[in-house]
């Protein structure tokens, strides 16, 4: 009996010093979880929750809305969160339009956001914020990575992108660094699922290579469609057309594809290997990159939060810049516009076993930063 | 540019043209007959598709999941018509559309709850994997050669069924005067039931064709079902006839104006301003077509009872 009152003491007294040390912190999470495009939301909120559950700070309430993809319901959602919950920092949205619409008003009201994935050109230049923080990457890095690898080996290089505002950033991202030949530049509809037209002038180009950024389900429909076609130029494109959410569904059609990711499963450190270990061991899946990313969002979150209060912004801004957790992407720091500098690499499709997969090819930038930081007065 | 290319295009434009048809063969049946609007039209599609690569994945065959498709698509189009459009057929058209789409909500979020939020994966059939080789020496994706082979063996199919059997004819007689025909002794509500049946079958056939060439998810079936409906307002509502050739022109349309429009803007401007501006047109060019058809015939072109 004694020794249970003195165990129940002993806890009670590590439990009350647990606690006064954290402070309650209100996280606003809006992404993506019905409609289209909902796997990356699910794999961005189960990787937050799981970073957040295995720090075991229990001072951390995190309030989970689904914008269904929808800008105007994230701005509902939005004012929600910041007014009647009171957040304190928000994070979540998976898409750069979404972004676009909450975080200027957000970080106008002094609510700090960390983006977890979008990262339009608007909000990383002239129009940075110190209440803005990009987690993830600047939205043109991943193609400018493509463009610095197809250097090597191609001459003359096909490109296609969805005609929208990311579409047309993932081209200039690519022309950036690709010093070839375009054997030709296609915009498709954003949404399209029919690409044999398309496909019939790659045929018809005389490429040697195609780079192509289609996010989602018109990934999966090209790369299948491409690989019923009988053309076979080498295929190359950003990571998020051959994350861990679609390869399943594109099957082996995406065997061999080459694509530049900030992070890979594979990536060789101690925080990437507990991460990817405790994923599979929570939901049975490997990670995606969005799944990483927001596994990097919510230790930066716990990691600033030892060294800060979030009710002082300006200390927790601080804390916060200096990015001191440890990345599953090896390396990381914020550049001046609060934008990540980090290293860039190439990943191959492969099968492992039975299950598609990424696997690091080569590294193509070391401490790469985005094109806008310049123009950023911060 | 050369003309096996051209022909390439029109072949694509002539595949997707058939793949409209068979979405809108099913919306313009319902509507002629029944006189309702079915915004779950595309639910059904969706349904084809997650059946085909279920039961594809289950049993290995491609065939078997085609069969499921047929059957769960129309098993689910006479459920909801059992349970819910029955209810619909007196009311006006906004209540349609409300029901419907409420429809839409539940099999998409029904479906998401069942298979989850990732995309499943259904390849095309051993058979069919291959390229032939089409005179000229053009190299062209077989199974899209069947799926335009299919397109057209359902066209016959239901230009057959409507015009020489005792259902088209009783489908014929519904369209032109429903009590009439209920008057006369047919079993009207097993005949909707049998007719909204069979547009979801064709729904989910089109679902199931196109699954190994897309991705198979949860929301697949409203950009279709848009455009299902910008072909039977050209063909012309309630007109199987219309639909087809609706069906075709819009599928050409589209798919050329695609390949040709940035092309042609590329003579003088630049190439990256030429494929923006292009492809923004090219996209428009259907609905500029619609627009076009309503205000010359604004039946449509094959209007029913013309």
Known sequence: MKKIIAAGLVGLAMGVSGTAMAEPIKIGMITTLSGGGAGLGVDVRDAFELAIEKSGNSEIEVITEDDARKPELAVQIADKMIQSDEVDLMTGIIW????????????????????????????????????????????????????????????????????????????????????????????????????????????????????????????????????????????????????????????????????????????????????????????????????????????LILAAAEKASVKDKEAFRAALKQADFASVRGKFSFNTNNHPIQDLYVREVVKEGDVLTNKIVEKTFTDHEDAYAAECKM | MSTALIIEQTLNGLQFGVMLFLMAAGLTLIFGVMGLINLAHGSLYMVGAFACAVAAAATGSFWIGLAASLAAAAAAGALIEVTVIRKLYERDHLDQVLATFALILVFSEGTRWIFGSFPLYLNIPQ??????????????????????????????????????????????????????????????????????????????????????????????????????????????????????????????????????????????????????????????????????????????????GD
């Open chain 1, 96 to 299: 750069s339009n979404l972004a676009m619409a909450v975080v200027p008003s957000a970080t106008a009201q002094d609510v700090i956001y960390l983006s977890p994935n979008a990262g339009p050109s608007a909000l990383a230049g002239a129009n940075c914020n110190e209440n803005y923080f990009n987690v993830a990457y600047q939205n043109d890095n991943f193609h400018e990575a493509m463009g610095n690898f197809a250097n090597k080996d191609y001459k003359k290089v096909f490109i296609l992108a969805p005609n929208y505002p990311a579409g047309k950033d993932s081209l200039t991202g690519f022309k950036r660094f690709y010093k070839g030949e375009l054997a030709g530049e296609v915009y498709t509809k954003l949404g399209q699922t029919d690409y044999a037209a398309e496909i019939a002038q790659i045929r018809a180009s005389g490429a040697d290579a195609v780079f192509f950024f289609l996010p989602g389900g018109m990934g999966i429909a090209f790369t299948k469609q491409y690989a019923q076609s009988g053309v076979d130029l080498p295929l190359m494109g950003p990571a998020f057309s051959f994350s861990q959410d679609v390869l399943p569904a594109m099957g082996d059609a995406a065997l061999g594809i080459k694509n530049s990711a900030s992070w890979s499963h594979d990536l060789d450190n101690e925080a990437n290997k507990a991460f990817v270990e405790a994923f599979k061991a929570e939901y049975g899946r490997l990670p995606s990159v969005y799944a990483a990313q927001a596994w990097d969002t919510a230790n």
């Open chain 2, 127 to 304: 058979l069919l994997g291959g390229v032939v080789t089409l005179p000229g020496g053009l190299p062209y994706p077989a199974y899209r050669l069947a799926i335009i082979l299919v397109g057209l063996a359902v066209a016959v199919g239901l230009y057959l069924l409507i015009s020489k059997t005792r259902l088209g004819m009783r489908i014929r007689a519904g369209e032109s005067d429903r009590e009439m025909i209920g008057a006369l002794g047919v079993d009207i509500r097993t005949l909707y039931t049998v007719v909204f049946a069979l547009g979801a079958a064709l729904a989910g056939l089109a679902g199931a064709l196109v699954g190994p060439l897309q991705s198979v998810q949860v929301g697949m079936g409203e950009p279709v079902l848009i455009l299902a409906f910008v072909v039977i307002v050209i063909g012309g509502i309630g007109s199987i006839k219309g639909a087809f050739i609706g069906a075709i022109l819009v599928g050409v349309i589209d798919t050329l104006g695609r390949f040709l429009l940035p092309l042609a803007l590329g003579v003088f401007l630049d190439p990256s301003q030429a494929a923006g501006v292009g492809a923004a047109l090219a996209s428009m060019l259907i609905y500029v077509f619609m627009a076009l058809v309503l205000a010359f015939r604004p039946t449509g072109l094959f209007a029913a």
